[in-house]
């Protein structure tokens, strides 16, 4: 069953361009995470040390948006087992990741490149990844006439 992920499970949130691609990476070894947490903190001037990750029970899951504003964020809501019955009457299990991406009111013209990285079970079948965007709906109006 999908869960919320706690607090705990995350390992590191930036928008700073370190990963400037909309991604979905799962990683399940301690090579590709070196990679990933190099190229993730790449825009850090004192880049945090590397969390560690015991492979043999978990898997890190990085989800990047792409080019946005400062406003706009992303983060993983939740994950989880799943099993459905193919069409052949068989059972298949999946790994969920829900991945929600907020829009903010876009007042800052600037770029930001929301990350985030997590800490999941492991599985090392299929994953499936279910999109949610969510914008906020109390934003200002501009009408370009100035203060």
């Known amino acids: 069953p999908l869960a919320p992920l ?8 930036d928008n700073s361009g370190g990963i400037a691609d909309s991604v979905r990476i799962v990683v399940r070894d301690e090579g590709a995470w070196e990679d990933l947490w190099s190229r993730a903190t790449s825009r ?19 989800v990047g948006a792409g080019r946005m504003t ?5 983060q993983v809501d939740s ?11 068989e059972e298949a299990e999946y790994f969920v990741v829900v991945v929600r991406t907020f829009e903010g009111c876009r ?11 997590v800490r999941v079970p ?4 299929p994953i499936r990844w279910e999109e949610r ?11 370009g006439d100035g203060p």
């Open 107 to 117: 007042l800052l013209d600037s770029d930001a490149f929301p990350l985030e990285i």
């Open 79 to 89: 994950a989880g087992f799943y099993t459905e019955r193919t069409v052949d009457g």
């Open 122 to 125: 492991r599985f090392d079948g």
């Open 6 to 13: 706690s607090q705990s499970a995350r390992l590191y949130y």
């Open 44 to 62: 850090q001037s004192s880049p945090p040390g590397r969390p560690a990750v015991d492979f043999g029970d978990q898997m890190v899951v990085a």
């Open 133 to 143: 965007r969510d914008r906020q709906m109390d934003c200002p109006q501009l009408n």
């Open 70 to 74: 400062p406003q706009d964020r992303i």
